[in-house]
């Protein structure tokens, strides 16, 4: 049972230089997230995907985009990388109201 | 808007000593809160989670934590502390207005010594 799956483990990018993060989760799902997580900062939600076919922005969403491609994949796009985009990226799916996030085990990105 | 506190970044316990982990919530309404654990280099699993139902919540590998309304608190308790227990600890609350959304404490560092 995969569960929540991102790709890549881990990444180099250049300043300016874009890359798409991916997520997908084999549980049917309805609810799917992205968070970034700093030191000190605890997970900061990007965007998230309530349901197939809509999108809404949460707390840190400037220099992202993001796409529920269908109900089980949900990206993530950096489109000019910048250096306070380093951190780790998270995706998370949950079910049913008020159940909990289930999350993948993160995409480390360096932006130099 | 609902947030949540964690009270210290780092906390060190010896083995087989108490685990008290400190998480205090803000809520206008009954919140749902939530204990997580982050072993290095990897993604959050759930260790326990409070939906109003019993205030007293047992989660897995022996953690519990009790909802105190009269507190706002949710404080994660361990009687006996072991080695494997060493990482990081988040509280989320849940974010009313669709979507499942949590918010995250800035999370406690535990440190297990021999």
């Known amino acids: 049972n995969a569960g929540v799956t991102q790709t890549p483990k881990f990444q180099v990018l250049k300043t300016g230089q874009s890359m798409t993060l991916q997520c997908a989760q084999d549980?049917?799902?309805?609810?799917m997230y992205w968070y970034r997580q700093d030191p000190g900062m605890g997970l900061r939600l990007i965007y998230y995907?309530?349901?197939?076919?809509?999108?809404d922005k949460g707390e840190v969403p400037n220099g992202y985009n993001v796409s529920r491609l269908n109900k089980r994949e949900f990206s993530l796009r950096l489109e000019s990388a910048a250096p306070s985009q380093t951190s780790v990226y998270f995706c998370?799916?949950?079910?049913?109201?008020?159940?909990?996030?289930?999350f993948g085990n993160g995409t480390r990105l360096t932006v130099t | 808007a609902q947030s949540v506190t964690q009270l210290g970044s780092h906390v060190s316990v010896s083995e087989g000593a108490l685990v008290l982990l400190r998480c205090n919530y803000s809520?206008?309404?009954?919140?749902?809160l939530f204990w997580y654990v982050q072993y290095p280099n990897q993604g959050l699993q759930l260790l326990l989670k409070?939906?109003?139902?019993?205030?007293l919540v047992k989660g897995i590998n022996g953690f519990e934590a009790e909802f105190k309304k009269s507190e706002t608190s949710f404080h994660l308790t361990k009687p006996s502390a072991h080695m494997s227990d060493a990482a990081e600890y988040f509280c989320?609350?849940?974010?009313?207005?669709?979507?499942?959304?949590?918010?995250f404490g800035t999370g406690t560092q535990l440190k297990v010594e021999l």
């Open positions: 998370a799916s949950s079910g049913q109201y008020n159940s909990p996030l289930h």
């Open positions: 549980m049917n799902h309805n609810s």
């Open positions: 995907s309530a349901s197939e076919g809509t999108t």
């Open positions: 809520s206008s309404v009954p919140p749902y």
């Open positions: 409070y939906t109003s139902a019993a205030t």
């Open positions: 989320a609350v849940m974010v009313t207005g669709g979507g499942n959304k949590l918010t």
